[in-house]
């Protein structure tokens, strides 16, 4: 069941709720003869309730205004949580006037609203038809009527809930077939090109040997093999996006401890890791489960990164939580750092500092490409001497028990 709060910018969720919230206002202003009405929702990231509607006789609204938990005559219902009926709130000792000159009678009802996921607002009805105070009777009816409503709004959600995680479904699989595809055709590309190239390779190091050692023709035959291992770490590059993108493609989902993938990843460079590099975990094994499109991927490609920017030493400090509805894997280095005019580019297919024969440029590109899967991003910030820190942002919808 998702939180219906008015801070979040579903707004399909925050109409359905207000729609029909509004008609039950007026259903039951209209049977408890009420000329006055309103509701509000609760706003959870700032702790205060907003109104969404303010109903009277002339069924005129008035601007939205906004309640902290425990102010005012909604603040403290909503903070007691439980049904009020006020006959004569002068004689009250709840809720003294102290100012509250919205509602010309002296009495009202005011009932939180409570659904599967919690709290979600509250609401109020004054101004009796008749002048007479409200009764135990009206209190009643009108705790019973938000009771069933609120049941039915649940009900209301869960369905629109289950019509957009099959959206989302599809979504995913439309995206997953395009890179299986993209991915078939890299893999049938690579193996056209890797056995012609494998011949040249093999024929111009057979003539390397054979020729000269200062032959200026040995120095064309070494430009000539410089290109060639560009072309096959491009050719290698491709491969492993296949192989990736081929075995994420399966449409079952398949979920992965978080904490085992990045513990996979550190073990899978072990040997790159030396006396001189010092490990920080900010992470421990209560990280949850993530479906499985590739991320491993991603974090062995960050951490080798790491690793190679701190030749003399350092420092990697990896963590891992989630604040709000982001699941977040940050990997922050004391290395070389990067300026900016190359920290732009870093995601740029065949972009890369090291040397023709290091890398092909297209590590970063491809996990950009996965997160992209995740409808997430990578944050970078880095300065040159001042190391660099990389976060990998992912929605929690993609977290086990998350849709």
Do not use: W
């Amino acid at each position: 069941m998702r939180i219906i709060d008015n801070s979040q910018g579903n707004k399909e969720t925050i109409n359905i709720s207000k729609d029909f919230l509004g008609s039950v206002l007026k259903e039951m202003m209209s049977v408890l003869q009420a000329e006055c009405g309103s509701f509000f929702l609760l706003d959870n990231q700032n702790k205060e309730l907003v109104l969404n509607s303010f109903l009277n006789s002339q069924d005129i609204n008035i601007q939205a205004v906004k309640r902290k938990i425990g102010e005012g005559v909604a603040g403290k219902v909503f903070e007691i949580s439980a049904p009020v009926l006020v006959k004569d709130i002068d004689r009250d000792p709840r809720f003294r006037r102290n100012g509250f000159n919205h509602y010309h009678t002296k009495s009202f009802i005011s009932i939180p609203l409570s659904c599967s996921s919690g709290p979600i607002g509250l609401i109020n009805i004054a101004d009796k038809a008749t002048g007479e105070p409200f009764s135990e009777k009206d209190l009643l009816f009108a705790v019973t009527l938000c009771k069933y409503a609120c049941a039915v709004l649940d009900n209301m959600l869960n369905s629109l809930s289950i019509k957009e995680e099959k959206e989302n479904l599809k979504k995913q699989k439309n995206i997953l077939e395009k890179y299986a595809s993209v991915g078939k055709l890299a893999a049938g590309i690579v193996h056209e090109i890797n056995n012609p190239l494998d011949g040249i390779i093999r024929y111009t190091n057979i003539s390397l040997n054979q020729i000269e050692p200062h032959s200026v023709v040995k120095e064309y035959l070494l430009e000539i093999k410089k290109g060639l291992d560009r072309i096959f770490g491009i050719t290698k590059s491709l491969l492993e996006f296949s192989h990736l993108v081929n075995s994420t493609s399966s449409l079952t989902r398949r979920y992965v401890p978080v904490y085992d993938l990045i513990e996979d990843s550190l073990d899978v460079l072990k040997g790159r890791f030396n006396n001189h590099i010092r490990l920080v975990k900010k992470y421990n094994n209560c990280l949850p489960r993530i479906l499985d499109m590739g991320l491993s991927h991603v974090l062995i490609n960050i951490i080798k990164n790491a690793l190679d920017a701190m030749p003399e030493g350092g420092e990697l400090e990896i963590e891992s939580g989630i604040r709000d509805s982001i699941m977040y894997i940050s990997f922050k280095d004391t290395g070389i750092g990067m300026p900016e005019e190359i920290r732009s580019r870093i995601f740029e297919p065949f972009f890369s500092t090291k040397g023709a024969t290091e890398s092909a440029g297209l590590g970063l590109a491809i996990c950009s490409e996965v997160i992209n899967k995740y409808e997430g991003k990578i944050e970078v910030e880095s300065s040159l001497g001042g190391g660099s820190t990389f976060r990998i942002l992912i929605p929690k919808k993609y977290l086990e028990n998350e849709q």
